[in-house]
Every structure is written in C-alpha cells, then in structure tokens.
C-alpha cells in the first residue's frame, strides 16, 4: 500500500457495500454540462480501475442524462448550490464510499463536505486546510482536461484527457446538416452581442446554409431575436423556456455540420461528439477550456497586449468581455463556411 493510501484510508471496521451490494466510488463534480464532459477521461479511468464498484455522480440532478449518455455513471446524486459553490451537503445513503473524488475544485470546502461521508479513501488536491489529504499541487495555469486527469494519475489511475468521446445518440436530429447556433451563455462577459450572431446567421442562410438557433431555460427571447433578425423561419428556435432536453439537443449537436457557440457547455458538447464547431472566447483563455487542438474546431480569441494571458477579464461580468468585441462578424462567417465546405 502506497503511502497515499494509507494516509488517505478512512476509519477501520469500514464496510463499502452500498444498496447493490457493490462498493461505490462517489465523484463530486457538482458543476455544470461543459464541466461534466471535461471530466469524462476521468470518470473513464475510474470505471477501467474500479470495475466491480458503482459510480455515483454527485452533480446537479438536471445532468443526469448527460451522466448516463457518457455511459460511465451508474447514479446521479443530485446536489443542490448556488453558481460553482460547493453544495452545503449531499445525501449520501447507506455505508460510507469505498472511494470518494474531488473534481469539484481545490478545497476546502469540496475537501470537507466529502470527509464528512467518511470514505475509505478520498482523492483531492493538496490544500493547507485540509493538510490530512496528500494530493498534488494545483496549478492555476493548467487546462481543466489536463488538471483532473493529472490528480488522478497522482494517485496511480491513469486517464488520457483526450478521451473525451460520448456515443452519438440513436434518435435522429430534428435538424441534419443544420449550422447550429447558440447565442446564449451563463454570464454576459461570454455572450457574443445578439446583432453579431444574427448578422452570422443570416449570411450563412443567404449562402444557403440551413441555420437552428438553440436557447438554454431562459434564453428564448434572445434566440428568438437572433432568428427574426436573421429572417430565420419561427420553427428554427430550439429550446427557450426551458433546456432543450438533452437527448434531442445531443441529436441535434451530433448531426450538425457545424456548431457556433460561445465558451459554453455546448462548445463541449460539440467536442465530446467530434462535431465541427467555432468557439468564441473572451474573458478566459482556450488555453484554460478550449477543445483538443483539431482541424475540425476552430477558436476564435482575440487578446490585447499586456494583458493576463490567461484570465484577462471577468468571466461573471454583465457585459460582453472587450476580446469577444474584437472578433469580427466577418471572421466568423469565414470560420463557420470553411467546416460547411
């Protein structure tokens, strides 16, 4: 036994069978759709390393589709918080986790709540207020792929971050060979201003490109102005008033020819299906969450001298970040017809 492990074990007389009967790895990873599939290497690597334990997710119960489209969660434990914070508790059932995994964040708070379950072995990071866990250093400058499959091979499992691939869904796309567009994002600072995006989509459809615009909860009155804009028929809006259900939004992604979005879970979306797509960065570097370096993805991100080189903006601000306003309609247009050609 490693000295990791045996600083890591929990209390004697522990026994990890869960409901099933299995022991159960618990992976907190309470974030959202783009932070779920960053980690799918990760939860690859610890399906291949622990084959005879369930693996329980914790993360908000609205990704549970997205858990079982990767084909490697057997439970969503739905966990509740607000933005990224790290939920107050989870709901954990049964005897304590045979393993528990922090890809939530760097502690302390994500280090504590999974302590509290009493796991026979906890994996984090290393933080000076849980000096208890070993775990690596964190690196502020390194890729979130990169990031958690380092953490795990630390601990001996090791997870290629460029195994990022979902099994494309057998429902057909209610759109094939569609450019789809998503104009939406959690935060103004990475929302690309609506009048660029419909000035995008409405040369594409003049060059004769079929264009959908997609709209997370909330967002319909933006894609719905971006499709009038773009004199885009009514049906071209998918979602709005609520997410487009995952397995028909997956379908649609899957068979598109190309996908225009901002640094949003769409953006990982495209790259876990290997569909073309043109990425529009502004406050955080690709360096920090862009997709693999690919032909067939495209980053658009327009820096300014001197500035950070990896967080040169506010990711939560109101307004659009001043890199997103220096990539041009036209650039844009150009990158999206070169994957249609």
Do not use: K
Request: charged share 20%.
């Amino acid at each position: 036994m490693s000295a990791q492990e045996r600083t890591a074990r929990g209390r004697p007389g522990h026994h990890p069978g869960g409901p099933s009967g299995r022991p159960r790895v618990l992976v907190l990873r309470a974030l959202g759709l783009g932070d779920l599939l960053t980690v799918v290497p990760c939860l690859r690597a610890l399906r291949r390393s622990r084959p005879d334990c369930d693996i329980v997710l914790a993360a908000p119960g609205r990704l549970a589709p997205v858990a079982a489209a990767t084909g490697l969660v057997d439970r969503v434990l739905p966990t509740t918080a607000p933005g990224r914070a790290v939920p107050d508790e989870l709901a954990w059932d049964g005897p304590p986790p045979e393993l528990a995994v922090d890809l939530h964040g760097n502690g302390p708070a994500s280090h504590l709540l999974l302590q509290r379950l009493r796991p026979r072995r906890l994996l984090s990071y290393r933080h000076a207020q849980t000096s208890d866990l070993p775990g690596p250093e964190w690196l502020a400058d390194e890729h979130e792929r990169e990031r958690w499959c380092r953490l795990l091979g630390w601990y001996g499992i090791e997870a290629d971050p460029g195994d990022l691939a979902i099994a494309r869904p057998s429902r057909p796309s209610p759109a094939p060979g569609a450019v789809v567009v998503h104009p939406g994002a959690d935060s103004g600072s990475r929302r690309w201003p609506v009048e660029r995006f419909a000035a995008v989509a409405r040369a594409l459809r003049r060059s004769g490109q079929p264009v959908v615009v997609t709209a997370g909860a909330g967002e319909g009155a933006l894609a719905g102005r971006v499709a009038e804009e773009a004199g885009l028929p009514p049906g071209a809006v998918v979602g709005g008033a609520d997410d487009v259900p995952f397995a028909e939004l997956c379908a649609l992604v899957a068979d598109a020819r190309c996908v225009l979005v901002g640094d949003t879970g769409v953006a990982h979306l495209a790259t876990a299906l290997g569909t073309a797509s043109v990425v529009l960065f502004g406050p955080v570097a690709p360096r920090l969450w862009g997709p693999p370096a690919h032909a067939r993805h495209r980053v658009l991100w327009r820096p300014g001298t001197g500035e950070d080189p990896l967080r040169p903006g506010d990711a939560h601000a109101p307004l659009p970040d001043p890199r997103l306003l220096r990539i041009t309609v036209q650039e844009v247009v150009e990158a999206v017809l070169g994957h249609c050609a």
